[in-house]
């Protein structure tokens, strides 16, 4: 009976193996594909490099097709690509589906300046600001090396740019409008977020016990108000910060500082002002 049993399961392990075998030699990669949703004017030279990048041997096994290696390899040869995934379709066909990055924004790092695309990606490197990109001012380390993220997946500034990028794409705006929309963001305020927009406003959070999210969805409401758009779009600030008064139920308060409206400690406010005091002045004193 003992024996029985190991010859059936020899011959289940040898069928497998046939099987194995077989399939393997069956399926062979006979054509590797690249696409994006997105339209590009070069998409075609992008899907030609992406292909290449790959490095996905033509007659080796579709079993072995390895999606994470696929993913760095190409990545790695270009900054702006991003792999969204990757599809074996058998018998032969392997579908490596990408993104292309835009242009984003830049920082300062020493006496250089370094663009990244919209995924956090250094693309480049300059001695002086470049037109096409709007001014990160981080408050933590940052990367000098093309082709690696500004800053590590844990990066709070790193959180933050993706975050306000991703926010303003679900309001309609496309990465090129996202520049023209933001001149800079400042992180370099303790538990701020600073940004100025182009348009001549500029929207302030305090990011201390509310969701950040939540904080940017008001002053974006706030600037965006059709009642004082001709007024909130060109100039003043909008400051939104956590409520804390106790028993509230809105957990996000918000106000806007026109040009010369008086602040609580007497001075005139001018927004250019507010920044020299709080951000500018807190920088050059460390």
Known sequence: ????????????????????????????????????????????????????????????????????????????????????????????????????????FQYKSGDKYYQCYSSGRIGSVSDTQLAGYFTVKP?????????????NSNGKDRKYVDTIIKFLRQKGMIDFQIVQFINFIDFRRAGYVYIRTNAGCSIEIHDNGASFTDMLER????????????????????KVYPNLSQGATDPVRSVYLKPNESKDEGNIYTDDGYYARHYDAVTQGA
Not at 22 to 46: K, M
Not at 139 to 151: L, M, R
């Open 219 to 238: 002053g974006f409401a706030v600037y965006a108000q059709p009642e004082l758009a001709s007024v909130t779009q060109t100039c003043g600030l909008i």
């Open 1 to 104: 009976m003992r024996n029985k049993k190991l010859i059936v399961l020899l011959i289940v392990v040898l069928v497998l193996v046939l099987l194995v075998i077989t399939c393997g030699a069956t399926f062979l990669v006979r054509h590797v594909d690249a696409y994006s949703y997105y339209d590009h004017p070069q998409i075609e030279q992008y899907d030609k490099n992406v292909i290449k990048a790959a490095g996905v041997k033509k007659n080796s096994s579709m079993f072995f097709v390895d999606e994470a290696e696929i993913k760095r390899k190409v990545e790695k040869a270009y900054p702006d690509v991003g792999v969204i995934n990757i599809k074996r379709s058998f018998p032969d066909k392997v579908t490596i589906n990408y993104v292309i990055y835009e242009k984003s």
């Open 139 to 151: 408050a933590a380390a940052t990367s000098e090396k093309i082709g690696d993220y500004f800053q």
